[in-house]
């Protein structure tokens, strides 16, 4: 291997407008009117971050009432109206307004032109727009949430949301319909970036695992988002002037809103969880200091689950009076779509074999990502069996699950790529110990909060219960103890990383040894990422070579 | 209060006990799983950890045999486990043909159970230990579940449709019965009990209902109130087809297909009588929508499954009799209702 190999990155012959010495995004220009006019990818990242970890942390505020609420059976703390409306408040909010946007607005918006080499995203001001419908959209359904609040889970089954709920239903849907455009236009603008603004060099089979994660995520985004919109229109107009369609009073057919709602919301588990694969490719090779084992395999995997996350919807309706056949199709369908997923967890393992194992705090919640989906996925298994989701189909079990997927795999990814990129995002580095606590905190929380639910749904405790016999108290009373740690842990990052932008020390372009375009270049990085265009020469995981070959 | 901590539901059932076979199969497979993959992260993460800052690592790029096989070889462990969860899911579609009956209606928050001898009950169900009872459920308004743990008996019951399931009960006592599907403000309230009992108890608790004659003779009675005779007459002038020994049959509608006179068709009649009319009459029949509530629905089918030839009632039985009195069943025996239901099912069901 020569040495020009081992750095991917050539200057080019092209140097960009020179910059003062020290400028960089975000110091560029000071003001509200910067931040909210800028066109800037990694500003608009940050923009998104605040608005995400804002709605997160209501979101989080729903769960502690429930958590707490469920201590006793009897449901002692708020009235059964005020908990149907929590849990709903807690779902849509988490789904719609952090779990769906959270990687690819804040993660994705800043890494995607920095890793493949571009001064920004295809559709700047596209990008701008998005961030501004996805707040409309939250601060209306936030509005609905807080001003009587909706009652009909994150779900919004027909004919009890077309008819029967009298809360803000209409105001719910359109504040999540009008953000499902944010969506389709953050998608848009990844994959009209991957296909036409990658630095030369940077082929297809090149690009680091993240950016074909966020391509196959984009995807999704864009072909699912539209059919929500319509499940959505027509719950409304059904609602709004009875127009038949879901409710069979008037002719309608109620499971046939199901077909459309997990038509989207299947694939959209994958939205959350495919981005945070791709970090946990980004991570595991950088801390293992390894290229990635498979790397065609895992970026093919990323693929398949994009397609086959479309053709198992209706698996979520096992028990809503489906044709055996049908069931059957589905049933093996959902087995199909599992093979992807292990075939990640098997590679990253592979990864770490004979590597150089650095067990900063990326890496920490990395491992703990692959142990917590591992478990989420194995589960998974348990529910695609027609005969055990028979029984655990609507309990605590499948609560349990989708929270290891969506918490344990998508929040922990999550978590993991934030503490990755900060020192590039900020150009500082936060507090070590403070931060492997937050993971250790994190990880045991989310074990004593939702192993217990497995055993509680297993027992046949249904799920939205504001109630429950009085024989589930101890293993309700476990997991709310669990989810006071998870809080703590959740809170703790807060502090540390806020701190750490004004005593956290200075990171350097590059504090992790890692391979990336997106490190080759000062952090904070400047406006136009790059001072001279990159080239590239070499796949994205070119760890094992000398340490005085790597360009700092 | 903290006295016990179950961690394993009740087996009361003979699909329970299949049920839980298969998932401790799932338990034994994917238990190693978890083991051996944590076993490898973390023996990888001691064994390679970082021990000096310029550690070189081997360009290991991947492995294709490796690859190929840990995708091929779950393929065949998911197999298996598709194949025996569908067995069980298909077995608990098609009921025994010696199943006894129970009809449910479920509504916003309650659980109305009806014995084809006429029995009802509220948010209880007691059936007799080690009979199959088949369940034909229906909503008055939202997607409810029924939901029994100790059997692992769980289907939505959907309004406007009806849905089957059965259980054989192993073992008597209390079980809870659980609406799984959020259903609204007193959803965790829609709970009841089922009572398996043993034969001889069963027998006297259902001599001890209050029922006023089989669901076949309230659903007689209904067929007086709502003047379905004045058409469905079985005379020779008659303006509505004959009703005696219809259920089960295939019947040729005017637009040419044909149908099975099955739950879901008789319903459908009683309620959109213009969505398939019988070749051969007139589209005359009006709607009974919002005059027969969903229990009520049961009774009249109950009545028409049970119509054999020459029991329709003749047309100038008008005098009605008041409902909760006494009555003699066309050619039935008064007391049927004291012995354990024999109704027996005809035909295939609608939905599986």
């Not at chain 1, 995520?217 to 107009?237: E, K, N, Y």
């Amino acid at each position: 291997m020569s040495s020009a190999i081992t750095t991917g990155f050539v200057p080019q012959a092209k140097p960009r407008p020179p910059r003062a010495p020290g400028e960089n995004y975000l110091n560029v220009a000071i003001g509200v009117k910067s931040w909210l006019f800028t066109t800037d990818h990694k500003r608009i990242a940050i923009l998104y971050l605040v608005t995400v970890t804002i709605l997160f942390f209501l979101g989080g505020a729903a769960a502690t009432v429930i958590r707490l609420n469920l201590m006793t059976p009897t449901g002692d703390l708020v009235p059964a109206d005020t908990y149907n409306k929590l849990f709903s408040a807690h779902g849509i909010i988490m789904v719609w307004f952090f779990l769906v946007p959270v990687i690819p607005t804040v993660l994705g918006n800043f890494l995607v032109p920095m890793m493949i080499g571009a001064r920004d995203l295809a559709f700047p001001k596209i990008n701008l727009l998005s961030w501004y419908i996805f707040t409309i959209g939250a601060v209306i359904t936030l509005w609905a949430l807080i001003a009587g609040g909706v009652d009909t889970g994150w779900t919004f089954y027909t004919p009890f949301s077309s008819k029967y709920a009298r809360t803000n239903v209409m105001p719910t849907m359109i504040g999540i319909f009008i953000s499902g455009f944010s969506s389709i236009l953050t998608g848009l603008n990844f994959i009209a970036t991957m296909h036409t603004m990658r630095a030369p060099g940077l082929t297809w089979w090149r690009m680091p695992l993240f950016l074909w994660a966020h391509y196959a995520a984009s995807v999704i985004l864009v072909l699912a988002t539209p059919v929500l919109a319509m499940a959505l229109i027509l719950v409304g107009v059904e609602r709004a002037w009875g127009i038949g369609i879901f409710d069979p009073e008037l002719g309608g057919d109620p499971v046939l809103f199901q077909h459309l709602f997990w038509f989207y919301s299947h694939p959209v588990v994958y939205i959350m969880v495919l981005p945070s694969m791709g970090i946990i490719s980004e991570v595991v090779t950088c801390f293992s200091r390894k290229p990635i084992f498979g790397y065609v395999f895992i970026m093919w995997s990323s693929v398949g689950i994009a397609v086959l996350g479309f053709l198992v919807w209706a698996h979520h309706m096992f028990v809503a009076g489906q044709s055996v056949y049908s069931a059957m199709i589905f049933s093996a369908l959902s087995y199909l779509v599992a093979v992807p997923s292990a075939i990640k967890v098997f590679n990253w393992t592979a990864t770490l074999y004979k590597g150089s194992i650095s067990f900063e705090t990326p890496l920490l919640f990395a491992l703990g990502f692959i142990a917590l989906f591992t478990m989420g996925g194995l589960t998974g298994l348990f529910l695609a069996a027609l005969g055990v989701d028979m029984h655990v189909h609507d309990t605590y079990f499948i609560i349990a699950h989708f929270h290891f997927i969506m918490v344990g795999g998508s929040v922990m990814g999550y978590m993991g790529g934030l503490h990755y990129w900060w020192p590039k995002m900020t150009g500082r580095m936060y507090s070590d110990f403070l931060s492997k606590l937050a993971a250790l905190i994190i990880f045991v929380g989310f074990i004593l909060t939702f192993l217990p639910q497995f055993v509680l749904g297993y027992l046949g405790m249904p799920r939205r219960y504001h109630v429950y016999p009085p024989e589930f108290q101890v293993l309700n009373v476990m997991s709310s103890a669990g989810a006071s740690i998870l809080a703590v842990g959740y809170v703790l990052p807060l502090f540390y990383l806020f701190w750490s932008l004004y005593a956290g020390k200075p990171a350097g372009p590059n504090p992790w040894g890692a391979t990336g375009l997106e490190w080759q270049t000062p952090s904070p990085p400047p406006t136009h990422n790059f001072d001279e265009s990159p080239i590239v020469t070499t796949g994205p995981y070119e760890y094992s070579v000398e340490e005085s070959e790597i360009v700092h | 209060m903290f006295a016990e901590i179950p961690l394993f539901p009740e087996q009361a059932s003979t699909t329970a006990q299949r049920v839980d076979a298969l998932f401790f199969f799932l338990c034994t497979v994917c238990g190693s799983m978890a083991i051996l993959i944590a076993g490898l992260v973390l023996f990888f993460a001691f064994k390679y950890r970082r021990r000096a800052e310029d550690e070189r690592t081997p360009r290991i790029m991947g492995n294709n045999r490796l690859e190929w096989f840990w995708t091929i070889a779950p393929l065949f462990v998911f197999l298996i486990m598709f194949l025996w969860g569908a067995d069980i899911y298909t077995s608990v579609a098609l009921p025994p043909p010696d199943a006894a009956d129970v009809f449910v209606v479920g509504k916003q928050w309650m659980w109305k159970i009806q014995h084809p001898g006429g029995q009802r009950e509220i948010n209880e169900l007691h059936i007799p230990v080690d009979r199959p009872v088949k369940l034909t459920l229906t909503s008055e308004d939202v997607i409810h579940d029924f939901f029994v743990p100790a059997f692992r008996t769980k289907i939505d019951v959907i309004p406007g449709r009806y849905v089957q399931t059965w259980f054989q009960p192993t073992k008597t006592g209390r079980y809870h019965l659980f609406c799984s599907q959020y259903c609204g403000t007193s959803h965790a309230n829609m709970v009841g009990t089922v009572f398996v009992m043993e034969r001889d108890e069963y027998r006297q608790w259902l001599g001890g209902q209050a029922a006023t004659g089989s669901l076949a003779d309230q659903g007689r009675q209904l067929f007086l109130k709502f003047q379905c005779i004045t058409c469905h007459s079985a005379n020779a002038e008659a303006r509505a087809p004959i009703l005696e020994g219809l259920f089960g049959r295939t019947v040729s509608l005017r637009n040419g297909r044909t149908v099975v006179a099955d739950d879901a068709y008789l319903r459908e009649s009683i309620l959109y009588p213009e969505a398939k009319v019988v070749q051969g009459w007139e589209p005359i029949m009006p709607t009974f929508k919002g005059q027969a509530n969903e229990e009520e629905l049961i009774r009249l089918l109950a009545f028409i499954k049970s119509l054999k030839p020459g029991q329709t009632p003749v047309r100038n039985e008008e005098a009605l009799p008041p409902l909760d009195a006494p009555k003699m069943p066309p050619g039935g025996n008064p007391k049927q209702h004291e012995a354990v239901p024999t109704y027996q099912p005809q035909g295939k069901s609608n939905e599986p």
